[in-house]
């Protein structure tokens, strides 16, 4: 089977820099998945990690170490519309984009 | 107009009713999933199917089942609905193609409330 622990709620000011952690156990595993879903609406896809080392996309970066069965979402420069919930999610083998979700993570950027 | 349309947006129904959620896709992708999300439980996959001959179980189907009746269409059913099935429902669709990994594009959710 496959788990996945992400912290529940992680606070920041603007401007700041925050870490989200994801870690996993899988019987297979294919790559790391980021969303984001603000209240009300529907998961966006962020990112993802198929090899070990960081993806950037401009404000946002994703961290993967396979042998350490660990992810991270870096999210920089932060402003007030980053505060929604953010999942990781792991591409096990064998299910092609059948992604399994951990709880989220509930970031709250204050002023 | 969305790519991954969802009907109802919103039901209420009672215990032991059958109940259908309905998703529709133009993005042509092959792939289509049903998820049902909690608070605190993130998304938990129902039911996947790859194409209108393929369907799949996924972590949580009982109580649950699905009719893929054209590329385009995913429908999810709740033959006798029952309060725990509370929840907000999200159909997702994903590319065949391998740069896309990862990725699924989600409606915006049904939210279904069984008394």
């Known amino acids: 089977g496959q788990s996945l622990e992400q912290p529940s709620e992680v606070t920041a000011v603007e401007g700041a820099i925050v870490q989200i952690n994801c870690t996993y156990q899988?019987?297979?595993?294919?790559?790391l998945s980021w969303y984001q879903q603000h209240d009300g609406g529907a998961p966006t896809f962020l990112s993802y990690?198929?090899?070990?080392g960081l993806e950037e996309t401009g404000r946002f970066s994703s961290f993967l170490s396979r042998s350490d069965s660990y992810g991270y979402l870096l999210l920089q420069e932060l402003q007030m519309k980053d505060s929604a919930s953010y999942f990781c999610?792991?591409?096990?083998?064998?299910?092609?984009?059948?992604?399994?979700f951990g709880a989220g993570t509930r970031l709250a950027v204050h002023p | 107009d969305a790519d991954v349309t969802q009907t109802p947006r919103n039901r209420i129904t009672k215990t032991g009713k059958r109940i259908m959620l309905e998703c529709s896709q133009t993005?042509?992708?092959?792939?289509m999933y049903w998820y049902r999300q909690d608070p605190g439980l993130g998304l938990r996959l129902i039911y996947y199917?790859?194409?209108?001959?393929?369907?799949n179980k996924g972590e949580i189907s009982d109580g649950y089942s699905v009719s893929r009746q054209a590329q385009a269409k995913f429908s999810l059913s709740l033959e006798s609905a029952i309060p725990n099935q509370t929840a907000l429902y999200f159909c997702?669709?994903?590319?065949?193609?391998?740069?896309?990994?990862?990725?699924?594009?989600f409606g915006e959710g049904s939210r279904l409330t069984v008394l």
């Open positions: 999610a792991v591409r096990p083998s064998g299910g092609y984009n059948k992604l399994i």
């Open positions: 199917s790859f194409d209108v001959k393929d369907i």
């Open positions: 990690n198929a090899l070990d």
């Open positions: 997702a669709t994903s590319d065949r193609d391998r740069g896309r990994a990862g990725e699924l594009f």
């Open positions: 899988t019987s297979g595993f294919y790559g």
């Open positions: 993005k042509g992708h092959d792939r």
